[in-house]
T-cell receptor, first 118, second 117 residues
C-alpha cells in the first residue's frame, strides 16, 4: 500500500519568513495530493491540493509543488503569520483511470508542527 | 449544510465499558472514514465505507473495535471492551465520490475525545 513520509516533524520560523514542508510517497499510481491544516483542538481542514497533471499550484501565500519522477511534493508558505501556527498534514490518494472506481482513501503523513513566532 | 456531525464530543469511561461513537456524514456524500488521532501515532485510518459498504478495515486495531453503517446518513464505531490505550480523538470524515472529477476533499467532523480510565 501507499506510504507517505513527511519532514520535518517540527518547524519554527519568525513571522514574515517562509516555511517549507516536504513529503514523499511510495505508490507511483497516486495522483492526488492534498494538504490539511489542523489548529489546536480543531479538526483537519483542506488548505490546498494538487493533481498529478499539474506541477505547481498557488493560492495567495501558499503553494504546493509536485515532482512525480522523484515522488515528492512540498508545501510552501510565504510571509508567515502567527495564525499559520498549526499542524500540517500531507496526504496521497490513488485514483483509478476514468471509468474506474475510487473511494477517496487518503494516506496521511505524520504531520508537521509549525510555529510562527511574532 | 451542518457539516459532518459527531457525538458525543467528549466521552470519559472506565476500562472494560462499551463505548459507541456516532457520525452523521454530509448529506449526499457516499464515502465515510473513521480515523484515530494520538500524539504517538498521528492520524490513523481505521476503516472506511463506500455506499454504506465497508471497503477496508485493515486499520482496525483489534477485534474489540467494530464499525457499522446501516444507512447513508449514519455510522457507528464501537469499542468493547474499552482499554486505557484506546484514549484518543476519533474523527469521522466524509467525501463525495459519486462523480468522476469530483473533489477528493474529505470533510472532517469535530471529533470525539475519548478518555478511558
Amino acid at each position: 500500500g501507499e506510504n507517505v513520509e513527511q519532514h520535518p516533524s517540527t518547524l519554527s520560523v519568525q513571522e514574515g519568513d517562509s516555511a517549507v514542508i516536504k513529503c514523499t510517497y511510495s505508490d507511483s499510481a497516486s495522483n492526488y495530493f492534498p494538504w490539511y491544516k489542523q489548529e489546536l483542538g480543531k479538526r483537519p481542514q483542506l488548505i490546498i491540493d494538487i493533481r498529478s497533471n499539474v506541477g505547481e499550484k498557488k493560492d495567495q501565500r501558499i503553494a504546493v509543488t509536485l515532482n512525480k519522477t522523484a515522488k515528492h511534493f512540498s508545501l510552501h508558505i510565504t510571509e508567515t503569520q502567527p495564525e499559520d501556527s498549526a499542524v500540517y498534514f500531507c496526504a496521497a490518494s490513488r485514483k483509478l483511470n476514468a471509468g474506474g472506481t475510487s473511494y477517496g482513501k487518503l494516506t496521511f503523513g505524520q504531520g508537521t508542527i509549525l510555529t510562527v513566532h511574532p | 449544510d451542518a457539516g459532518v456531525i459527531q457525538s458525543p464530543r467528549h466521552e470519559v469511561t472506565e476500562m472494560g465499558q462499551e463505548v459507541t461513537l456516532r457520525c452523521k456524514p454530509i448529506s449526499g456524500h457516499n464515502s465515510l472514514f473513521w480515523y484515530r488521532q494520538t500524539m504517538m501515532r498521528g492520524l490513523e485510518l481505521l476503516i472506511y465505507f463506500n455506499n454504506n459498504v465497508p471497503i477496508d478495515d485493515s486499520g482496525m486495531p483489534e477485534d474489540r473495535f467494530s464499525a457499522k453503517m446501516p444507512n447513508a446518513s449514519f455510522s457507528t464505531l464501537k469499542i468493547q471492551p474499552s482499554e486505557p490505550r484506546d484514549s484518543a480523538v476519533y474523527f469521522c470524515a466524509s467525501s463525495d465520490m459519486r462523480r468522476q472529477g469530483s473533489s477528493y476533499e474529505q470533510y472532517f467532523g469535530p471529533g470525539t475525545r475519548l478518555t478511558v480510565t
